[in-house]
């Protein structure tokens, strides 16, 4: 990753222009250059400019106010390629949650351990007890931070228990469906 701060002042400016240029044609690329994704933006939009990558941002951001009609249609179908190759990464993440979560009860099954559950009680139990502190206690002064603190904390983990065994079908599939472009039908 790219510390933005250290950078030399041509190379942010060459940052700034190529992102402006590339907005209008494939926003989602643009949207990646001042991210982890910075690199894999630029080789995308070298490959449809100059049909092989290693350009610069420089290079790419003189380049582009100059493209032609040729070099605009491979640069936007650079973009969805690169939308495609996004959704896939995230499906295939959301996969690997899955597997894990699945192994993980498939272990508590089969070792017949009851760890996972009396700590998913104790979570449950804990989240609850502090929300009833907060709301039915006045909190000494000072501490309102604290309890806070571990109420945020505690819901994370309650979000984490439920989750676990209760699955996240529901959550998945509207995932899914965002990824996939696919709408809800409306009534």
């Known amino acids: 990753m790219i510390d ?24 989602k690329i643009a949207e990646q250059l001042g991210g982890p994704l910075a690199g894999a933006a630029v080789s995308a939009i070298a490959r449809a400019i100059f049909g092989k990558e290693g ?13 032609g009609a040729d070099q605009l249609i491979a640069l936007k179908r650079a973009e969805n390629e690169f939308r495609i190759a996004l959704r896939a990464a995230a499906l295939d993440e959301e996969r690997i949650d899955a597997g894990d979560r699945a192994s993980a009860r498939e272990r508590q ?21 502090t929300l009833a502190v907060m709301v039915a206690r006045k909190l000494p002064a ?12 505690l819901a994370t983990m309650t979000a984490a228990v439920v989750n676990y065994f209760f699955g996240s079908s529901a959550g998945s599939r509207e995932k899914t469906m965002l990824l996939t472009g696919v709408k809800k039908a409306e009534d």
């Open 4 to 27: 933005e701060t250290n950078e030399k002042p041509a190379t942010k400016e060459a940052r700034g222009r190529l992102k402006k240029a590339v907005a209008k044609a494939a926003p």
């Open 55 to 67: 350009a610069t941002e420089e290079e790419l951001a003189e380049a582009l106010p100059h493209a």
């Open 109 to 129: 099954q089969k070792m017949r351990d009851w760890t996972p559950s009396v700590l998913g009680a104790l979570i449950i139990f804990g989240f609850f007890l």
């Open 142 to 153: 000072g501490a309102e931070t604290e309890f806070s603190i571990m109420l945020g904390a």
